[in-house]
């Protein structure tokens, strides 16, 4: 159940930001998007969620278009440790599936 | 806190025997639970996921089951393993906060 597009790969220079995007052109009203990131060998990790107001934690900052079709997932200053695959997700909150696709392989080069 | 262990962290199991592995979440009642795997190189793909104690939803026909004998316990098996069936295994639970914490995982080899 593709939901969401993302590109298949890009590449970061170490200490640029890193701008992630995904589209969800088919997104309802009630669903959110949500980004996890994968570290090789390592289970998912949460990175932060947003239904339509843009969003800035710790991680990252999320910036979701008005018609919200489509958002960016931006990591301020890349390090070498943020190389890993990156997964964009809508779902309502509601909806206990959680499903992921085949998510953006970022590679950050110092 | 919150928190999710997983166990074992690697297995390597021959063609045709059992499979255990077991899940527990601390910190949290009446988690959503999960099972995913992932082939190597591939996608998260979800197997099971559970609402509450007894309550299984498969995702795929498959060699495997699962269980929820208690609220924070979730259990991956199979009776006899395939070669297909080598992966990494992972649990995951979401609460009111919806969103998801995984375990370090199970890589599981079959031989």
């Known amino acids: 159940d593709a939901k969401t597009t993302q590109p298949t790969s890009m590449d970061c220079a170490e200490g640029r930001a890193a701008n992630l995007p995904c589209n969800h052109s088919?997104?309802?009203?009630?669903?959110?998007v949500y980004w996890y990131r994968q570290i090789h060998s390592q289970g998912p990790q949460y990175i932060i969620h947003?239904?339509?107001n843009n969003e800035t934690n710790e991680m990252a900052s999320l910036i979701i278009t008005e018609d919200r079709k489509s958002s960016t997932l931006i990591l301020p200053h890349a390090t070498l440790r943020d190389t890993a695959v990156y997964y964009c997700i809508v779902r309502v909150q509601s909806d206990y599936k959680l499903s992921f696709g085949a998510g953006t392989t970022v590679t950050v080069r110092a | 806190s919150q928190t999710i262990h997983q166990w074992p962290a690697t297995l390597v199991q021959p063609v045709g025997s059992p499979l255990s592995l077991e899940c527990t979440v601390e910190g949290t009642s009446n988690p959503n639970l999960y099972w995913y795997r992932q082939a190597a190189g591939r996608g998260l793909q979800l197997l099971f996921y559970?609402?509450?104690?007894?309550?299984i939803s498969s995702e795929v026909p498959q060699n495997l089951s699962a269980s929820r004998p208690q609220d924070r316990q979730f259990i991956l098996s199979s009776k006899k393993l395939l070669l297909s069936d080598s992966g990494f295994y992972l649990c995951a639970y979401s609460g009111g906060q919806a969103e998801a914490f995984f375990g370090q995982g199970t890589r599981l080899t079959v031989v």
């Open positions: 559970s609402v509450g104690i007894g309550q």
């Open positions: 947003g239904l339509k």
């Open positions: 088919t997104i309802s009203g009630n669903e959110y």
